[in-house]
């Protein structure tokens, strides 16, 4: 089993950049997929991205925005955002799942963090 902890949301005018980071703790780190997704007020859970190894895939409503980097020193996985827009505001959660299997479907993940929130004021 993994614990994560997510961190690093706050309040940004657009244009601006913040770097979130998801921290896990329990079993080996490195042996499972962590992705990001993210779930704006009365909309479903949407993929933001997904890495494991040195392989990442990102939605097309960030990629060039947002990059998706590992510490594995650190148990930490970090999605660093730049660009941002108002309509990248939302709570922002990692997830994991054993393996690699990098999935963009949100139900595939077996643990959750507890979000952290993002606002992005135009």
């Known amino acids: 089993q993994v614990q994560l902890a997510e961190s690093g949301g706050g309040l940004v005018q657009a244009g601006g950049s913040l770097r979130l980071s998801c921290a896990a703790s329990?079993?080996?780190?490195?042996?499972?997929?962590i992705g990001w997704f993210r779930q704006a007020p009365g909309k479903e859970r949407e993929f933001v991205s997904v890495t494991w190894s040195s392989t990442h895939y990102y939605a097309e409503s960030v990629r060039g925005r947002f990059t998706i980097s590992t510490d594995n020193a650190k148990n930490t996985v970090y999605l660093q955002m730049d660009s941002l827009k108002p309509e990248d505001t939302a709570v922002y959660y990692c997830?994991?799942?054993?393996?690699?299997?990098?999935?963009?479907?949100?139900?595939?993940?077996?643990?959750w963090g507890q979000g952290t929130p993002v606002t992005v004021s135009s």
């Open positions: 329990g079993r080996t780190f490195s042996s499972y997929t």
């Open positions: 997830a994991a799942r054993p393996g690699a299997y990098l999935s963009d479907r949100y139900q595939e993940y077996n643990y």
